[in-house]
């Protein structure tokens, strides 16, 4: 769906972006991550050409990115991007009219999402008389409405309370299931687990991570193991197969954190803790999305 080539971006003597290539699949939900000024926001703003790159390139579908794939992409900017005086049904129409859809098509649609998000009467509110959270559902409408091949959400939970983001997550799923292909940016890690593919990370104008998740997560594992037992407290004053990281201690059962020894797997770690205790859980620890953002940020910080 959008091949991005050795993308270069400069303002002003300072470099937003440096060399980013990335390459998102048709279908796929794609997570853009990155701490504040990465240089994400001056990717997406490249992407939906508000502004153009110093150097590279960015395919379409096959085809260099050009004025007519507008039409076909969908853009939820993290910043209000609506009028505030102007009546939200009046507004949605306008901007569904930009994308190609008739008056009559638009208002048909419009309607349809009215209903699903169970804000019928919405249709003469103004912006400036909704909340953060009751925007970004307007705006989140006007993005998706004209069905496009490529949505491009960024912060798409920005002001959202517990209820509303869980029902913008279902519809972004519900989306993708039809055949769009997603990319968002957002600071929310678990959403990342919940929802995407693959991701990238960029940090200082520069990518330093991308991959499908499952993939990325397995390639931070380090043999390191949670086990909650119950029975006396294990001596570790001795030869062990493993290294004890931590011990938490209560009531009725013990949890340790261990790292096996080189050549060591969890059945021989088994094979000598059960004859000593009695074992009520032994799991992997692999580091999630957001442990390893964190690490990778601080490497280069």
């Given amino acids: 769906m959008l091949s991005i080539r050795n993308i270069v971006k400069q303002y002003a003597g300072h470099t937003a972006l440096s060399g980013v290539s990335l390459e998102i699949a048709d279908g796929q939900i794609f997570g853009l991550l990155?701490?504040?000024?990465?240089?994400?926001?001056?990717?997406?703003?490249i992407i939906n050409q508000i502004t153009a790159p110093d150097s590279g390139?960015?395919?379409?579908?096959?085809?260099?990115?050009?004025?007519?794939?507008?039409?076909?992409?969908?853009?939820?900017?993290?910043?209000?991007?609506l009028y505030k005086k102007m009546e939200i049904g009046e507004q949605i129409v306008y901007l569904a009219r930009l994308k190609g859809?008739?008056?009559?098509?638009?208002?048909?649609?419009?309607?349809?999402?009215?209903?699903?998000?169970?804000?019928?009467?919405?249709?003469?509110?103004?912006?400036?008389?909704?909340?953060?959270?009751?925007?970004?559902?307007?705006?989140?409408?006007?993005?998706?409405?004209?069905?496009?091949?490529?949505?491009?959400?960024?912060?798409?939970?920005?002001?959202?309370?517990?209820?509303?983001?869980?029902?913008?997550?279902?519809?972004?799923?519900?989306?993708?299931?039809?055949?769009?292909?997603?990319?968002?940016?957002?600071?929310r890690m678990e959403s990342v687990e919940e929802l995407c593919d693959?991701?990238?990370?960029?940090?200082?104008?520069?990518?330093?991570?991308?991959?499908?998740?499952?993939d990325i997560r397995n390639s931070y594992r380090s043999n390191t193991y949670l086990i909650e037992y119950t029975g006396q407290k294990i001596d570790f004053t001795g030869q062990q197969p493993f290294t004890l990281l931590d011990e938490i201690a209560t009531e009725n059962s013990y949890t340790i954190r261990i790292k096996l020894n080189e050549g060591i797997t969890s059945n021989d770690v088994l094979q000598?803790?059960?004859?000593?205790?009695?074992?009520?859980?032994?799991?992997?620890?692999?580091?999630?999305?957001?442990?390893?953002?964190?690490?990778?940020?601080n490497q280069i910080s």
């Fill in 34 to 45: 990155g701490p504040n000024g990465a240089g994400k926001t001056s990717l997406i703003r």
């Fill in 57 to 81: 390139e960015i395919y379409f579908a096959g085809e260099k990115l050009n004025q007519s794939h507008i039409e076909r992409i969908g853009y939820m900017p993290e910043e209000r991007g």
């Fill in 101 to 187: 859809l008739s008056h009559a098509e638009a208002t048909r649609r419009i309607k349809y999402w009215f209903e699903k998000l169970q804000i019928e009467n919405w249709w003469n509110k103004k912006v400036e008389e909704l909340s953060k959270g009751m925007q970004q559902k307007a705006q989140f409408i006007a993005t998706v409405l004209h069905e496009p091949d490529l949505i491009i959400l960024d912060e798409p939970f920005s002001g959202f309370d517990p209820v509303n983001a869980d029902l913008i997550k279902n519809e972004i799923l519900e989306l993708n299931s039809k055949g769009a292909t997603i990319l968002f940016s957002t600071h």
């Fill in 198 to 214: 693959s991701i990238a990370l960029i940090n200082k104008s520069k990518k330093i991570l991308d991959g499908r998740i499952r």
């Fill in 272 to 297: 000598y803790l059960i004859p000593q205790v009695h074992i009520n859980l032994l799991q992997e620890v692999i580091p999630s999305v957001n442990e390893i953002f964190i690490q990778k940020v």
